[in-house]
């Protein structure tokens, strides 16, 4: 597995983290009502939308890299 | 090529030539050499000393268990004034040394003799010429890790000579007793082990990654992977299992070294009394996770002890039946799932630790699949032997008696592995006896006929035949003497790692006496190892010469190099166009052919 | 013979070796890490019932400082982009974006230890207190006037030590009870308790360091394990950006290749900490 794929992988851990940070952000604001944790979930689903974009452009930016 | 008459030295050096010569020093060429032969012979000798080292140790102690508390002879009082009174006391061998030396010599046998000698020596010097490779992936990779399995060594030998001595908790080092086995010293000899053992598993990792690179990666043209020496295919397999074992190990050491220093409770109990008063820890820790941790390395361990002396094995019976070996393609297959299950198989050592009948039963079921692909190798190893015209040599009476002896062995272990059985016998006479069945006149005698084998190769001599098969049969006799009277004292239920030889035990009476007939037979069988001793020595000198390159008239690819091979191994680059086994090929102007030899 | 594929791949495999070699070795890697959180998993199974304060399960939780884990999160999946992009930069033959990109990968590196030591300073100034009365406390000690800080390990107070110096009594500045995440605040608590404590009373004083507790001893030892691969790998990125970067003149290909290797070992290394914030800081 070459590092673009790797790197691929990676980003893929990394968004699977996000969406868990704002799910568990969400969730307790639901019992606690602090602000704190709504802004917490919510700074988590920009980071996955923003790992979102970067994981596209990577690709296209190194489109010529091999996979292997 | 394969046929040609020896190369001289001269003559090598001067084709070498061609590239770019140089010539290395001595301490470049012998002492920090990345030469994968001159690696591979500097683990063989470090590793036979620690074999003789190791075994020294046992002979003291089996004087300990022959004559219990009585004073060793000549020997005793010289180890008094060397390691104090604490240990030795009026000749007097004491418990805390009886107990240091049976840690000792485990370790010592299974991690700097067995393994560095199967994996390091041999796979170092024969895998990268039975695949036609020049060297191994990673030369310098290759050096630093004979030089952390030499430190290891150093480590674990110096615990013997700091206040308390060497580690006495056996060499599978349970906490919580090896935590407080020494509670008098900050730094005591469980301390070195610990460390010994992480340089020691930083070799080892250094050599998996190469070994594993290397026949992936320098396979000759044509090398495809049923072409492959099934030793390579055990070297492989080996790799792949001291790469993945040792981590855990690797973990639980570094816990432990961090409860015996800094106090903290991975391995120990809440509310673990030592000495009627309640050890001042946190507690909260889990004695049962060192045992995980350590029988994961500890299972597929095992197999790193027995896999090479196979491979070692099946190329000299091929060699010397002179015909293919029956099922190639079956050991492939089940050296794979040898090394797969390897890793399922580990808590069948820890039956009565009381992890649950569920957890038990997994671990039979799959202890139970695994003997199946080892009775696969055993048996088309046997059947090889079928209607060839075999040459009575010693590599092949050793490679032959290795075959019953494993066979014990492995036969033995089933009843260990069967739960119900297993309770009855766990931790007695009759463990040593199955494991030692293995090792001893397993995996060693495989090592001895590696040794026979290709030394020719290594000195361009032979070794001595008389004295070799005086030391074959002295060997075989003595063996059987040792290890199997242990099955009976087993099953009468004398326990393993008592330092009166289980006089205390009222019991044991009726198998006491043979803890004597043991203990002289262990000396027969190490007079039995000198004529090897001088043999090895006498033969780099003045042993019979070797008329050809291929003196035994061998298929594979190390058999085609000049001899001693060069650095870079290969005169020219070889080419593979057949099958490692082509003995006795119909139609064929020879009895074998060789790999490298056009169809 | 020369050792064949140190540069290029090996046609079969489509690999270079050390490729193969630094797979291998991060396979390793993985069990190591792997064998170190089951132990995390099977102590935390094993946990006795109501030794922490407050807590009715004896694991602490909620301890660690979450803000600062995310943050540190953050700059470890930025050194990892960084570290792709130093390569992708070679590969197109512009050495100084390569060099920008590495030394901004090393400076995240180096700032994720900083804010990791940070970190650790708190946990070692930070103290768990048990009364022979029963009550349970954690906070910050002051013993003869001074706070134990962690520079000076000799500074570490417990019970043990309070009796073998002689300390009657110790000032202790109870944390506010704090809403653990996912329970609700609690406002009419006070905030600072602040009381001097006799010696005599306690049962138990130890700060947050790993003898006191079988949490404290895997975090730390997980943390630091991990803690000293960010060192290697940020040693050797740095040798590869500065000293070894002679290469690129001599043999370009060749030292594409390593920083590849590199750029999966400093991979490897951010993964592991992607697996480990959530389950220590979390969970
Ligand atoms: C396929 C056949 C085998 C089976 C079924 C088997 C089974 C077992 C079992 C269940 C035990 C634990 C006994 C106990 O502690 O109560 C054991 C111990 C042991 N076995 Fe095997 N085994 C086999 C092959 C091997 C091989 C190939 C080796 C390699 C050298 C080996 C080396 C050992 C060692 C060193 C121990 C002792 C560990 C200790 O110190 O407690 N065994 N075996
Ligand atoms: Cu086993």
Redesign the interface.
């Given at each position: 597995?070459?590092?673009?794929m790797?790197?691929v992988v990676?980003v893929l851990?990394?968004l699977a983290?996000t969406i868990?940070?704002s799910v568990?952000g969400f969730?307790?604001y639901q019992?606690?009502?602090?602000p704190v944790?709504l802004f917490?979930g919510i700074g988590s689903v920009i980071?996955s939308v923003a790992l979102v974009i970067?994981g596209w452009v990577?690709l296209k930016?190194?489109k010529h890299?091999s996979f292997? | 090529m394969a046929n040609a008459k020896t190369t001289s030295h001269g003559t090598s050096a001067d084709q070498a030539h061609d590239?770019h010569h140089y010539e290395p020093g001595f301490w470049s060429k012998y002492i920090f050499s990345t030469d994968h032969k001159v690696i591979g012979i500097q683990y063989g000798i470090t590793a036979l000393v620690f074999l003789l080292f190791g075994f020294i140790l046992m002979l003291l102690m089996r004087q300990q268990l022959a004559k219990p508390n009585q004073p060793i002879p000549v020997i005793g009082p010289i180890l008094e004034k060397v390691l104090g009174t604490d240990m030795v006391n009026s000749g007097v061998m004491q418990a805390d040394l009886y107990n240091a030396f049976g840690a000792m010599h485990g370790t010592i046998m299974v991690f700097l003799a067995i393994v560095p000698l199967a994996f390091g020596a041999f796979g170092n010097f024969v895998t990268p010429l039975q695949i036609g490779?020049?060297?191994m992936?990673?030369?310098r990779l290759n050096m630093a890790s004979y030089w952390f399995y030499f430190l290891g060594g150093v480590v674990m030998l110096s615990s013997f000579f700091i206040p308390g001595g060497a580690a006495k908790s056996g060499w599978t080092s349970y906490s919580p007793l090896a935590s407080i086995a020494d509670m008098a010293h900050w730094v005591d000899g469980q301390t070195l082990w610990l460390i010994g053992m992480v340089l020691l598993i930083s070799s080892s990792?250094l050599g998996?990654?190469?070994f594993?690179?290397t026949i992936?990666?320098?396979r000759a043209r044509g090398m495809s992977w049923m072409r492959l020496p099934f030793f390579v295919w055990a070297q492989l397999v080996t790799g792949f299992l001291l790469?993945?074992?040792?981590?855990?190990l690797?973990?639980?050491g570094?816990?432990q070294l961090?409860d015996n220093l800094?106090?903290?409770?991975?391995f120990l109990p809440?509310g673990l009394v030592v000495n009627g008063s309640q050890l001042?820890?946190?507690g909260?820790?889990?004695p049962?996770?060192w045992q995980?941790?350590f029988w994961?390395l500890g299972h597929p361990e095992v197999y790193v002890l027995i896999l090479p002396a196979m491979g070692i094995v099946c190329e000299i019976i091929a060699n010397n039946t002179r015909k293919p070996i029956w099922g190639y393609r079956s050991l492939v297959y089940s050296v794979l799932c040898v090394g797969f299950l390897s890793f399922i198989v580990w808590a069948h050592h820890m039956y009565l630790t009381g992890m649950g009948t569920k957890i038990s039963t997994f671990f039979q079921t799959t202890t139970m699949m695994i003997s199946i692909p080892s009775v696969i190798i055993l048996t088309a190893l046997f059947i090889s032997l079928w209607g060839g015209s075999i040459r009575m040599n010693t590599p092949m009476l050793f490679a032959l008696a290795f075959l019953p002896m494993f066979g014990i062995g492995g036969l033995t272990g089933l009843p260990l592995g069967l739960n119900a059985t297993d309770i009855y016998l766990h931790d007695s006479y009759y463990v040593i006896g199955h494991f030692h069945y293995v090792v001893a006149p397993g995996t060693i005698f495989g090592l001895f006929a590696g040794i026979y084998y290709w030394f020719p190769k290594a000195t361009g001599r032979f070794m001595n035949e008389t004295l070799g098969k005086i030391h074959f049969w002295g060997s075989l006799l003595f063996m059987n003497l040792v290890f199997a009277p242990m099955f009976i004292q087993g099953m009468k239920g004398m326990s393993r790692r008592m330092y009166d030889g289980g006089a205390t035990y009222a019991g044991n009476a009726s198998v006491l006496g043979l803890n004597t007939f043991i203990s002289h037979a262990a000396i027969g069988l190490a007079v039995f190892q000198i004529p090897f001793i001088i043999n090895f020595f006498m033969s780099i000198r003045s042993g019979k010469k070797i008329s050809s390159d291929n003196p035994w008239e061998a298929t594979t690819l190390e058999w085609s190099t000049p001899t001693p091979p060069p650095h870079?191994?290969?005169i020219k680059?070889p080419v593979v166009y057949r099958g490692p086994y082509e003995y006795s090929v119909p139609g064929a102007a020879k009895d074998f052919s060789p790999q490298d030899q056009q169809a | 013979?020369?050792?064949?594929?140190t540069v290029k791949?090996?046609p079969d495999?489509?690999?270079?070796?050390a490729?193969?070699?630094i797979?291998?070795?991060l396979?390793?890697?993985v069990?190591?890490f792997?064998?170190?959180f089951?132990?995390y998993i099977?102590?935390r199974v094993?946990?006795?019932d109501g030794?922490w304060p407050n807590i009715k399960n004896?694991w602490p939780h909620g301890l660690l400082n979450i803000p600062i884990g995310?943050f540190n999160?953050?700059v470890l999946?930025t050194s990892?982009?960084t570290v792709?992009f130093a390569?992708?930069a070679l590969?197109m033959n512009n050495f100084a974006r390569f060099r920008i990109c590495m030394v901004i990968t090393i400076v995240c590196a180096l700032g994720f230890l900083c804010i990791k030591s940070f970190e650790y300073n708190e946990k070692f100034t930070h103290y768990e207190l048990r009364l022979k009365s029963g009550k349970a406390y954690t906070g910050h000690i002051e013993v003869n006037g001074k706070h134990p800080g962690f520079w000076d390990f000799g500074s570490i107070y417990n019970l043990?030590r309070l009796e073998t110096d002689k300390v009657e009594k110790v000032k202790f500045t109870a944390d506010p009870p704090k809403?653990k995440?996912?329970?609700?605040?609690d406002e009419s608590t006070p905030k600072h308790e602040v009381m001097e404590v006799a010696t005599s009373d306690i049962a138990h004083l130890d700060a947050f360091i790993?003898?006191?507790?079988?949490f404290f001893?895997?975090y730390f030892?997980i943390t630091a394990?991990h803690g000293f691969h960010v060192l290697g790998g940020a040693l050797v990125l740095a040798w590869f950006t500065f000293p070894g970067s002679k290469m690129w003149l001599t043999e370009p290909e060749r030292f594409i290749n390593r920083i590849?290797v590199g750029?999966?070992f400093w991979?490897f290394v951010?993964?592991v900490w992607?697996f480990l914030?959530?389950i220590l800081y979390?969970l």
């Open positions: 597995m070459s590092l673009k790797f790197h990676f851990c990394s983290l868990g940070l568990w969730g307790n019992v606690s009502g602090r944790d917490y980071s970067y990577f930016k190194l890299i292997l | 590239h490779a020049p060297d992936a990673f030369p990792l998996a990654v190469n594993i690179t992936i990666q320098l790469l993945l074992a040792f981590p855990p690797e973990a639980a570094i816990m961090v800094f106090g903290t409770s991975f809440t001042p820890v946190s909260g820790g889990s049962l996770l995980h941790l994961f870079g191994n290969f680059e | 013979m020369e050792i064949p594929y791949p090996r495999t489509g690999l270079y070796n490729k193969v070699g797979w291998l070795f396979a390793s890697e069990i190591l792997g064998a170190l089951s132990a099977l102590l094993g946990a006795l030794v004896a995310t999160t953050a999946i990892s982009v792709v390569w992708a590969k043990a809403a995440p996912g329970e609700k605040h790993p003898r006191n507790h079988t001893a895997i030892l394990l590849e750029g999966l991979h951010d993964l992607i914030f959530p979390l």
